[in-house]
């Protein structure tokens, strides 16, 4: 974005306005060139907000000298080069905005005054979540998906058939009692857990950012090159028909439930109501519900529930008049940005985290948020001292996204990221294939040897109970831990634990205990607390069912130093193992420094020897199943490995494909979404009779 301070509207002059409308133009279509076809935001949504409030502002004061390409009068470019054109044979609307209860209030009293029903009619209407994502229209003939378009303008979108042919939950073949022809209308999007560990991939490969789940799911869809579409986690919901050729239902009701027989899955939220008083309820209930889902909404649709009513209702200026979409109140507000605070993260990136003048955002007050990394501030020139705009988007960190330049103060000075390790003073390096800047000292960098005993306690990895992060610090500061190894010595230091405070010998001999309990630990932890780049908890299984003891990945590891070797092959072979991977786990074994830090573990600790999985004949072996809630007499991860010796494979996400889900309390919205899939829900004691029907 342009950092040039602007002129208040008030001050323009007439020539001073047409200069820069048509600056803003220029601007603003590269903008959407970028974000449409290029899938490559240059500013974020709120930045593209504040240009075109800023062109209409003006073209309001200087009307005269408004331009005949003003940004005010074009929606969105069309198709990207590169994709052919699609004609959709019914155009695909865009719905228009209700932004409170009044305006939704206003719409049933305008569709009841057009269709002209009495008051004591009911008007029934289905509420459904409104998906953050990019809407698609799939055309079926003779039960085959034949074309997949993207919406384009409404009238004309890009043809990305082949780009839908990885996503599971787009039907190929539909039963063959559907209609000849069949458009069916949704959204694909990407999963938050999805999103954020895309862009973990991204990083590391040196790709930009995605902005947000949409940003990323457009991004991943509208590839020339259908390959990378098949490695982006994208999802689909149907929700409505676009052309069909003989028609099959009486209300929006009944579409649904005939989407759902014909396999494509939707969204089990939906509700439908027969007053506005119980539809502003569901509003209320899904907005409650909005942080919790795995998937971005941003507000819920309203429509009215019969067809024959929305035909008679129609469209103007191509918005349907039977629908409304009651958008959720963006979580936004503007603070002082008093620090930027570095971070030296176990690996040693340095991470930017902003300390802010606290502020509510949507009920929730923010005091740190996130910069992402150096090329973002420089991108944004975020300075010390500047009013930043906040997003927080449901339990996702809260990120910066924009410099409100009017506020900046006057002696404000760029800023600079640092060359030298905040916490060791080494210098700072950064490959160019990468936008992460790293501490170049990782063995003397106090900062990394803390952010690696903390991953090493961590739930995950030896699941240390009472061991927080004020400890570590301080332990580690008093010169008493320094290494994992040196964790399991802490005993030793119970006196000086202690102290002279009566009070701590409790907690300190809890501690203590909590330690003794993980001197056995199975193979999978012990490699994911090593920390290696890269590896989090599903590689780290992979890994350790694949060598089966820590001596032999050791081994194997160092051999495949040379790229001739049996280990290399064998290493660049194992399921899930990219190029990325190989070279981190190659160098984390070349280290002596790394070597040592396992052979003074070892000597701690015994590791579980890996038992291959059964696979038998019984209820369990080679069933798929989701774990939701909280289980009551086993944590979640011990149950998982028990059905997995058992040779049941355990998923986290909904699908048809799965055969059982196990709810503890709590369940929430996994269950509802199964139970709506007809799959067998089985409750914590039934899994457990299941099991000992085996042994
Ligand atoms: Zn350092």
Not at 181 to 201: C, M, P, Q, S, T
Not at 453 to 460: A, D, P, Q, Y
Request: glycine residues 6%; hydrophobic residues 40%; contains cysteine.
């Amino acid at each position: 974005m342009d950092y040039i301070k602007y002129k208040a509207i008030e001050e323009l002059s007439e020539s001073e306005a047409k200069e820069e409308l048509a600056r803003l133009a220029k601007l603003i279509a590269k903008a959407d060139v970028l974000y449409y076809q290029k899938n490559t935001p240059s500013m974020n949504d709120w930045e593209y907000d504040q240009l075109r409030l800023r062109n209409k502002a003006i073209e309001q004061r200087f009307p005269e000298s408004k331009r005949y390409d003003s940004p005010s009068e074009i929606v969105a470019p069309g198709p990207a080069k590169g994709f052919t054109k699609v004609r959709h044979a019914h155009p695909m609307l865009s719905l228009t905005n209700a932004f409170d209860d009044e305006d939704v209030k206003e719409f049933t009293c305008r569709v009841r005054r057009l269709l002209k029903v009495p008051n004591d009619t009911p008007i029934a209407m289905m509420v459904e979540p409104k998906i953050d994502g990019l809407s698609i229209s799939l055309r079926y003939e003779n039960s085959k998906l034949v074309q997949g378009a993207t919406r384009g303008d409404g009238m004309e979108g890009e043809n990305v058939t082949r780009n839908l042919e990885s996503i599971k939950e787009i039907p190929k073949i539909l039963p063959k009692n559907v209609p000849k022809v069949l458009e069916v209308r949704g959204e694909i999007y990407i999963n938050k857990d999805d999103f954020l560990a895309l862009n973990k991939r991204q990083a590391n490969a040196g790709a930009k950012l995605f902005a947000n789940p949409r940003n990323a799911a457009a991004g991943s869809l509208r590839q020339l090159d259908p390959q990378i579409t098949r490695t982006r986690p994208l999802r689909f919901f149907a929700y409505s028909w676009g052309g069909v050729s003989n028609f099959y239902a009486d209300t929006q009701e009944e579409c649904l439930k005939d989407l759902r027989q014909w396999n494509f899955t939707i969204n089990p939220l939906s509700e439908l109501h027969d007053n506005v008083e119980d539809v502003l309820k569901v509003y209320s209930k899904i907005a409650a519900k909005r942080c919790n889902l795995p998937y971005e909404i941003d507000g819920v649709v309203y429509k009215i529930n019969r067809i024959d009513w929305q035909n008679r209702l129609g469209v103007i200026s191509r918005s349907p008049r039977w629908a409304i979409a009651h958008k959720f109140k963006t979580e936004q507000a503007s603070t002082v940005l008093r620090e930027i605070v570095i971070q030296v993260g176990r690996t040693g990136s340095l991470t930017p985290v902003a300390r802010l003048k606290p502020i509510k955002v949507g009920g929730v007050t923010v005091t740190n948020a996130s910069l992402h990394n150096e090329d973002e501030i420089y991108r944004n020139d975020i300075r010390v001292g500047d009013t930043v705009m906040i997003h927080r988007a449901g339990d996702v960190i809260p990120q910066v996204i924009g410099v409100i330049n009017d506020k900046r103060p006057n002696n404000s000075q760029q800023y600079i990221f640092p060359n030298y390790c905040p916490s060791c003073g080494s210098k700072t390096v950064r490959l160019d294939d990468q936008s992460t800047r790293r501490c170049s000292n990782s063995i003397n960098c106090s900062a990394q040897a803390i952010a690696r005993l903390k991953h090493f306690v961590s739930r995950e990895a030896f699941d240390i109970n009472g061991f927080g992060a004020k400890q570590i610090s301080q332990y580690y500061d008093w010169g008493i831990i320094d290494t994992p190894a040196s964790i399991f010595r802490l005993r030793e230091h119970r006196n000086k634990l202690i102290g002279d405070k009566e009070s701590k010998i409790l907690s300190t001999d809890k501690l203590l205990t909590a330690i003794e309990r993980r001197r056995v630990i199975s193979l999978e932890r012990f490699i994911y607390s090593l920390g290696i780049r890269q590896v989090g908890k599903s590689m780290a299984g992979v890994l350790a069912n694949h060598y089966g003891a820590i001596d032999t990945m050791r081994c194997a590891l160092m051999q495949a130093v040379k790229m001739t070797s049996n280990a290399y092959l064998e290493l660049i072979n194992i399921n899930h193992v990219g190029d990325a991977l190989v070279n981190e786990l190659i160098d984390f074994f070349a280290n002596f420094y790394n070597r040592k830090l396992i052979d003074e573990l070892i000597k701690e600790i015994t590791i579980k020897e890996l038992k291959a999985p059964q696979v038998s004949d019984n209820y369990i072996a080679g069933k798929t199943m989701v774990f939701t809630g909280t289980l009551q007499s086993f944590r979640r991860d011990e149950a998982k490995s028990l059905v997995e010796s058992l040779g049941a494979k355990v998923v986290t996400s909904v699908s048809k494909k799965i055969d059982y889900i196990v709810v503890g309390v709590d369940p929430g919205y996994k269950a509802m979404q199964a139970r709506g899939m007809g799959i067998t829900v089985l409750t914590e004691e039934e899994l457990f009779g299941l099991i000992k029907l085996i042994s």
